[in-house]
């Protein structure tokens, strides 16, 4: 791995390292994300994709300590790295040195907190409905967030500037003045773009940010996305269990299953050699609306509990790949070949120790997933 | 059963749609329109309606799937609900096989859900919590008396679980709905559609609220039940790939009009009406350049005050004088393929497809030549 070592192209901007989330429940602890490492360079989008319950959001939520009890941050830490020319309020920045020098998120106080998220670290959540205030007018709500984290601006300045923003997400400045029910959810996950870009954030965490929005709509506000991260130079974490999705937009691609990451890829890698057993079969989830129709079979069996997470690859019980270590050994993330250590997969069929095979082929895979569908249907047949 | 159904499916998938000898439909729309009441004071005028559902007219085939798609506000879950007479039809009407269907009394009500059932998007709120699964399956099987005994009645419940895959069924047969997962509810209101056997299965969004990888589980279940009961399904998505996986026609509504249908293949590879083509060009495809660009404008209208003609309109990069005035007919594409759009022509089947005259507006104004 090569955490830690900085060359000169792509400096990180947010490290989580081995970062680990439980909730406490009276009927067992659920361990909602295990020892998660993961690197977000300067103007890269990173995609986290995962089914519900991956642990994708906990890590979003971990990352910007907007977890509440009975959540608890139980060990690791997220490393941000300011740039070195900006003067951030609570992260401790050092002019003079040009390395940039690093916060570790998970241990700031809460002032120091405050004045991280929004100029640094800003999220966009899923549901525009419930963000914005039902009562109060979409102009007063980006002002309100302008006034507080920019308390020198006057009051003219902040009018213009969230009419500036209105314009950057493609709202119309007479829409000013309209409360959130007058707007429709596309204009309302706007809105919210708008507030979170308000203070020129280095980091954008965006969780399901189109989930609830029709498919038109969502295309536009990617594209606008796509469009607002080449003009303003931010990062982004896009959080979803749409894989196709992030095959179009994210630049570099983690794969969560069960609290911890499987697969780490860049978007290419991913679409021509998804290498991981789980990847795969998320792979050919999605039917596409082009190419050759032919019968896709999912994956068997659905996620684990995560209260009673299974012992080795938490994955095995649902693999059709799994052989006799995968039930005992938790694997860890590692170059997927020997060649480049780009691509990173938590799989056994990967590592020399376990085995002395060859890495499956992607027919391979796909051979083997439609035997265990059909051993599947069999047994079926046979009860 | 066999193993074979699964198998047939697949390659009765690879064939081509088009060959397929033209069953005689089981159930039949005809120009269904709906419009909902809204209650608001108003002081003069006539009180406002929204215009759900438009003139939409279809027919569902045995061993055959119709996927409807469109986005929210399309008029889409209206039109199954109509076709379940969950709701009347402001106008129009449904024939099952051929005979139409009133709405009326408790018994005939009975009579058509014994052919025509419905699956709903939220499993989670479709199972009672209070109830066990073979309270849920042994109800429909008592109401339409296909199970005299006790031991009938499990006996044919054990089979429904199987039938969906719940295995081994008799530990599936005690469980409450809070103690299955997303997936295996949504399989036990399969095997509830399924217990009264019907003709017709009308599957509204079944698995836009599951879990990614359980999705195509429940998919392929439904096609090989589809294959397996001859069953004539409705399958009702905003999603246009999942359609195309699913379905042999898909039609495409935009807010309560249907602008174009045929073929799934044919629909979605070569789309004809700006708005398919605005809708596929919105999907998610892995395989478009990163660079394509994204043309849309416009929202998609208010249905109490829709916009007139045709409702796309004040969307559509084509648009022309003629389409504010009036709604185009149908015009044939070939090969099973139609639409609804003034770039194909003036549509005039519309008037052979209409049974009455006067009962679409593009029949009743004058036609303007353009």
Same mark, same amino acid.
């Given at each position: 791995?090569?955490?830690?070592?900085?060359?000169? +192209?792509? !400096?990180?901007l947010?490290?989580?390292? *081995?970062v680990?989330v439980?909730y406490?429940?009276?009927?067992?602890?659920?361990h909602?994300?295990?020892?998660?490492t993961?690197?977000?360079? #300067?103007?890269?989008?990173?995609?986290? /994709?995962?089914?519900?319950?991956?642990?994708?959001?906990?890590?979003?939520?971990?990352?910007?300590?907007?977890?509440k009890?009975?959540?608890?941050?139980?060990?690791?830490e997220?490393?941000?790295f300011?740039r070195?020319?900006?003067?951030?309020?609570?992260?401790?920045t050092?002019?003079?040195?040009?390395?940039?020098?690093?916060v570790?998120v998970?241990?700031l106080?809460?002032g120091?907190?405050r004045?991280?998220?929004?100029?640094?670290?800003?999220?966009v959540?899923?549901s525009?409905?419930? +963000? !914005?205030?039902?009562?109060?007018?979409i102009?007063?709500?980006i002002?309100?967030?302008?006034?507080?984290?920019?308390?020198? !601006?006057?009051?003219?300045?902040?009018?213009?500037?969230?009419?500036?923003?209105?314009?950057l997400?493609g709202?119309?400045?007479?829409?000013?003045?309209?409360?959130?029910?007058?707007?429709?959810g596309?204009? #309302?996950?706007? /809105?919210?773009?708008?507030?979170?870009?308000?203070l020129?954030?280095?980091?954008?965490?965006m969780?399901?940010?189109?989930t609830?929005?029709?498919v038109?709509?969502?295309?536009?506000?990617?594209?606008?996305?796509?469009?607002?991260?080449?003009?303003? /130079?931010?990062?982004?974490?896009?959080?979803t269990?749409?894989l196709?999705l992030l095959?179009e937009?994210?630049?570099?691609?983690?794969?969560?299953?069960?609290g911890?990451v499987?697969?780490? +890829?860049?978007?290419?890698?991913l679409k021509?050699?998804?290498?991981?057993?789980?990847?795969?079969g998320?792979?050919?989830?999605?039917?596409q609306? *082009?190419?050759?129709?032919?019968?896709?079979?999912?994956?068997?069996?659905?996620?684990?509990?995560?209260?009673?997470?299974?012992?080795?690859?938490?994955?095995?019980?649902r693999?059709?790949?799994?052989?006799a270590?995968? /039930?005992?050994v938790?694997?860890?993330?590692?170059?997927?070949?020997?060649?480049?250590?780009?691509?990173q997969?938590?799989?056994?069929l990967?590592?020399?120790? *376990?085995?002395?095979?060859?890495?499956?082929t992607?027919?391979?895979?796909?051979?083997?997933?439609e035997?265990?569908?059909a051993?599947?249907?069999?047994?079926?047949?046979?009860? | 059963?066999?193993?074979?159904?699964?198998?047939?499916?697949?390659?009765?998938?690879?064939?081509?749609?088009?060959?397929?000898?033209?069953?005689?439909?089981?159930? =039949?729309?005809?120009?269904l329109?709906?419009?909902?009441p809204?209650?608001?004071f108003r002081?003069?005028g &006539?009180s406002?309606? %929204?215009?759900a559902?438009?003139?939409?007219?279809?027919?569902l085939? &045995?061993?055959?799937?119709l996927?409807?798609v469109?986005?929210? @506000?399309?008029?889409?879950?209206?039109?199954?609900?109509?076709?379940?007479?969950?709701?009347?039809?402001?106008s129009?009407?449904?024939?099952?096989?051929?005979?139409?269907?009133?709405?009326?009394?408790?018994?005939?009500?009975?009579?058509?859900?014994?052919?025509?059932q419905?699956?709903?998007?939220?499993?989670?709120a479709?199972?009672?919590?209070?109830?066990?699964?073979?309270?849920?399956?042994?109800?429909?099987?008592r109401?339409?008396g296909?199970?005299r005994s006790?031991? =009938?009645?499990?006996?044919?419940?054990?089979?429904?679980?199987?039938?969906?895959?719940?295995?081994?069924?008799?530990?599936?047969?005690?469980?409450? &709905?809070h103690?299955l997962?997303? @997936?295996q509810?949504?399989?036990?209101?399969?095997?509830r559609?399924?217990?009264?056997?019907?003709?017709?299965l009308?599957?509204?969004?079944p698995v836009?609220?599951?879990?990614?990888?359980?999705r195509l589980? %429940?998919?392929?279940?439904l096609?090989?039940l589809?294959?397996?009961?001859?069953?004539?399904?409705l399958?009702?998505?905003?999603?246009?790939?999942?359609?195309?996986?699913?379905?042999?026609d898909t039609?495409?509504?935009?807010?309560g009009?249907?602008v174009?249908g045929?073929?799934?293949?044919e629909?979605?590879?070569?789309?004809?009406?700006?708005?398919?083509?605005?809708? %596929?060009s919105?999907?998610?495809d892995?395989?478009?350049?990163?660079?394509?660009?994204?043309?849309?404008?416009?929202?998609?209208?208010?249905l109490?005050?829709?916009?007139?003609g045709?409702?796309?309109?004040p969307?559509?990069?084509?648009?022309?004088?003629?389409c504010r005035?009036?709604?185009?007919g149908?015009?044939?594409?070939g090969? @099973?393929?139609?639409?609804?759009?003034?770039?194909?022509?003036? @549509? =005039?089947?519309?008037?052979?497809?209409?049974?009455?005259?006067?009962?679409?507006?593009s029949a009743?104004t004058?036609?303007?030549?353009?």
């Amino acid at each position: 791995m090569n955490n830690g070592t900085f060359q000169g +192209a792509t !400096l990180p901007l947010l490290q989580v390292k *081995h970062v680990s989330v439980d909730y406490r429940a009276d009927n067992g602890t659920v361990h909602a994300l295990t020892d998660v490492t993961l690197t977000l360079e #300067r103007g890269q989008i990173l995609g986290l /994709a995962g089914e519900s319950g991956s642990g994708k959001s906990t890590l979003g939520y971990a990352i910007t300590r907007l977890l509440k009890p009975p959540a608890e941050i139980t060990g690791g830490e997220v490393l941000y790295f300011p740039r070195a020319s900006r003067q951030g309020g609570g992260a401790p920045t050092n002019g003079a040195m040009p390395a940039p020098q690093s916060v570790d998120v998970l241990k700031l106080s809460q002032g120091q907190l405050r004045a991280l998220r929004w100029k640094e670290l800003a999220i966009v959540f899923q549901s525009a409905m419930n +963000a !914005l205030n039902p009562v109060i007018n979409i102009g007063a709500q980006i002002i309100d967030v302008l006034r507080t984290h920019q308390p020198n !601006l006057a009051r003219r300045q902040r009018h213009a500037r969230a009419i500036e923003l209105l314009r950057l997400v493609g709202i119309a400045p007479d829409r000013l003045h309209s409360y959130p029910h007058e707007l429709s959810g596309g204009m #309302r996950q706007r /809105a919210i773009i708008a507030i979170a870009l308000a203070l020129a954030p280095e980091v954008i965490i965006m969780d399901e940010p189109t989930t609830a929005l029709d498919v038109v709509v969502q295309r536009e506000i990617l594209m606008e996305l796509i469009a607002l991260r080449k003009d303003l /130079a931010f990062s982004v974490i896009f959080i979803t269990h749409d894989l196709s999705l992030l095959l179009e937009l994210a630049d570099k691609v983690a794969i969560m299953y069960a609290g911890r990451v499987v697969e780490l +890829a860049t978007r290419d890698e991913l679409k021509q050699h998804p290498r991981h057993p789980y990847s795969y079969g998320m792979l050919n989830s999605f039917p596409q609306i *082009h190419g050759e129709r032919r019968r896709m079979t999912g994956i068997p069996g659905s996620p684990p509990d995560l209260r009673n997470i299974p012992l080795g690859c938490s994955f095995h019980p649902r693999c059709p790949m799994a052989f006799a270590p995968c /039930a005992s050994v938790v694997p860890l993330l590692r170059p997927a070949t020997v060649q480049s250590d780009g691509q990173q997969v938590a799989c056994h069929l990967y590592d020399p120790r *376990h085995t002395a095979a060859e890495p499956p082929t992607q027919a391979e895979l796909a051979a083997r997933y439609e035997t265990a569908y059909a051993r599947a249907l069999g047994e079926r047949i046979a009860e | 059963m066999s193993v074979e159904p699964l198998s047939g499916a697949a390659a009765s998938r690879g064939g081509a749609p088009a060959t397929l000898p033209a069953a005689a439909p089981v159930l =039949e729309a005809l120009h269904l329109r709906k419009y909902f009441p809204v209650r608001q004071f108003r002081l003069r005028g &006539p009180s406002p309606v %929204v215009h759900a559902v438009e003139d939409t007219s279809l027919a569902l085939v &045995p061993g055959r799937a119709l996927a409807l798609v469109g986005e929210s @506000g399309s008029g889409k879950t209206t039109v199954a609900r109509m076709l379940a007479r969950l709701y009347a039809p402001t106008s129009g009407s449904i024939l099952f096989q051929g005979t139409p269907s009133r709405g009326g009394r408790r018994a005939s009500l009975l009579a058509y859900r014994r052919h025509v059932q419905l699956i709903f998007q939220d499993p989670f709120a479709s199972l009672s919590p209070v109830h066990d699964v073979h309270y849920h399956l042994a109800r429909p099987l008592r109401l339409h008396g296909h199970a005299r005994s006790r031991r =009938e009645e499990t006996a044919q419940i054990l089979g429904l679980l199987e039938k969906v895959n719940l295995i081994p069924a008799d530990q599936f047969i005690t469980k409450y &709905p809070h103690q299955l997962s997303g @997936g295996q509810r949504q399989r036990v209101a399969i095997a509830r559609a399924l217990a009264v056997r019907p003709e017709v299965l009308l599957a509204d969004e079944p698995v836009s609220m599951l879990d990614v990888s359980i999705r195509l589980d %429940v998919l392929n279940l439904l096609l090989a039940l589809k294959d397996e009961e001859r069953l004539a399904v409705l399958f009702i998505t905003h999603d246009i790939a999942s359609a195309r996986y699913f379905a042999e026609d898909t039609l495409v509504m935009y807010a309560g009009q249907t602008v174009e249908g045929g073929p799934s293949d044919e629909v979605i590879q070569r789309p004809q009406h700006p708005y398919t083509q605005l809708l %596929v060009s919105a999907a998610p495809d892995p395989a478009r350049p990163a660079d394509t660009p994204f043309q849309a404008r416009g929202e998609i209208p208010s249905l109490i005050t829709p916009p007139s003609g045709c409702r796309f309109h004040p969307r559509c990069p084509h648009a022309m004088p003629i389409c504010r005035e009036r709604f185009p007919g149908r015009t044939d594409l070939g090969g @099973g393929r139609w639409t609804h759009c003034f770039l194909y022509g003036e @549509g =005039e089947t519309a008037t052979l497809t209409t049974a009455r005259p006067g009962h679409t507006p593009s029949a009743t104004t004058p036609l303007t030549p353009h």
